[in-house]
C-alpha cells in the first residue's frame, strides 16, 4: 500500500513538473513571438520615418533596434546615414570609424561629410536653422545667400500659415547647373524640384520674378511632406503648392471636359499631354481655393487645411474632407465651374 502511495506521488509529482515545463516553454515561445512582432513593428516604424525624413525619429528607432542587435551591420549602416543626415558630420566620421567593418557607402559618407564641412568653411557660410545644405558644383556665397534668404522668408511664412514647425531641417541641395537651358529674361523652364529633398539651381538665381514663386512652391511641398506621413493625393499637394506661390492665380478656365479624380489623385509627373497637365494643375488650385474659401480664406483656413493633411494617414482622403468640410473629393470636384 505504502509503495503504491509512493509510485502514485511520484506520478503527480512528474506530471506536475511535466506542466510547469510546457507552461515555462510556453511563456518562454510567447515571449520571443511578441518580442519578434515588437522588433519588427520597431523596423517598420523606422523604414516609415526614414521614408519622410523624420530623422529624429529614426534615430531613436535605430537606437532601440541596435540594443536587441547590437551587431547589425545594416542598422549600423543606417545609423551612420541618420546623423549625416541631420549635419552631424563630425559625429557621422567618429561612428563610422567606431565600427569594426567597411563598406563602401560609409566611405562615401566620411568623404562627403568632410567635403560638406569644408564647402561651408570655404562659403563662410553658417549651418542654417532650417535647412541641411548640400551643394553640387560650385556655386557662389552671394547666390547661396540669396537662396537661403529667400527660403528662410518663405519657411517663416508657411509655418506661420500652417501653424506648424518641421521638428527636423529639411535639406536643401544647391547645384551649379552646368547645361543651363533658359533663354531671354525669363527660363522656359524650372529646374527646382522636390524629391524629398529640396534642389535648387543656383543658376535660377538671376530671375527674381521666377525663383521667388519656384521657392515658396517647392518649400510648401516640403512642409506638406513634414506635416504627415500619409500619401497625399496630387491635386491636394499641388493646389496648395500652387495657391502659396501665388504665380497662377489669372490663368484662365481650361477647355473641355473636367478631369477624373483619379487623374487628379495620381502623380502629375507622367503625364505627356501639356494641355492636360495644364487642366490638372488648374482643377487642383481651384479645388485647394474651394476648401480655403469655405473656412474664410484667412490664417484659419490655411491651419484648417493643415489639419486636414494631417488626417489623412488615419482617416484616408474622403473621411478627412468630410470631417473638416463635409464634402469627399468627388463632391469637391463638382461644385468647380
Known amino acids: 500500500m505504502a509503495q503504491k502511495k509512493k509510485n502514485w506521488i511520484r506520478r503527480v509529482v512528474g506530471l506536475l513538473l511535466m506542466y510547469v515545463l510546457l507552461f515555462v516553454g510556453y511563456e518562454y515561445w510567447q515571449k520571443k ?48 546615414g541618420i546623423l549625416f ?56 556665397k552671394k547666390d547661396v545667400m540669396e537662396a537661403l534668404a529667400v527660403l528662410e522668408v518663405a519657411y517663416d511664412s508657411i509655418s506661420n500659415l500652417f501653424d506648424y514647425l518641421p521638428k527636423n531641417k529639411m535639406s536643401l541641395v544647391l547645384y551649379e547647373d552646368k547645361e543651363y537651358q533658359g533663354t531671354g529674361p525669363r527660363p522656359d523652364w ?78 502629375f509627373v507622367k503625364e505627356t499631354d501639356s494641355k492636360k497637365v495644364q487642366k490638372l494643375y488648374w482643377y487642383s488650385r481651384r479645388m485647394v481655393e474651394e476648401l480655403l474659401w469655405r473656412d474664410g480664406d484667412g490664417p484659419e483656413a490655411f491651419r484648417n487645411f493643415a489639419k486636414c493633411l494631417q488626417d489623412l494617414r488615419g482617416l484616408g482622403t474622403d473621411k478627412a474632407l468630410q470631417k473638416y468640410y463635409g464634402v469627399t473629393a468627388q463632391d469637391l470636384l463638382e461644385t468647380i465651374r
Request: hydrophobic share 35%; net charge negative; with cysteine.
Open 85 to 140: 543626415e541631420q549635419e552631424r558630420y563630425q559625429e557621422c566620421i567618429s561612428y563610422i570609424e567606431s565600427l569594426n567593418f567597411k563598406h563602401k557607402d560609409l566611405d562615401y559618407l566620411v568623404e562627403k561629410s568632410n567635403a560638406l564641412e569644408q564647402e561651408l568653411k570655404n562659403l563662410g557660410v553658417e549651418k542654417s536653422m532650417h535647412f541641411r545644405l548640400e551643394f553640387d558644383g560650385g556655386p557662389s
Open 190 to 267: 524650372v529646374g527646382a524640384v522636390f524629391d524629398g529633398k529640396l534642389r535648387v539651381p543656383v543658376n535660377m538665381m538671376a530671375y527674381r520674378e521666377v525663383y521667388r514663386p519656384v521657392l515658396f512652391h517647392e518649400l510648401t511641398h516640403s512642409f506638406v511632406r513634414a506635416m504627415t506621413h500619409a500619401n497625399v493625393p496630387c491635386w491636394m499637394n499641388e493646389g496648395i503648392a500652387q495657391v502659396i506661390d501665388g504665380s497662377h492665380n489669372n490663368e484662365e478656365h481650361p477647355a473641355g471636359a473636367k478631369p477624373s479624380i483619379e487623374s487628379l489623385r495620381k502623380s
Open 33 to 80: 513571438v511578441e518580442e519578434r512582432f515588437l522588433y519588427e513593428d520597431m523596423i517598420h516604424a523606422t523604414n516609415e520615418c526614414i521614408r519622410v525624413g523624420d530623422w529624429k525619429c529614426a534615430e531613436k528607432n535605430v537606437q532601440e533596434l541596435l540594443k536587441s542587435e547590437p551587431n547589425d551591420t545594416n542598422l549600423q549602416m543606417h545609423m551612420a
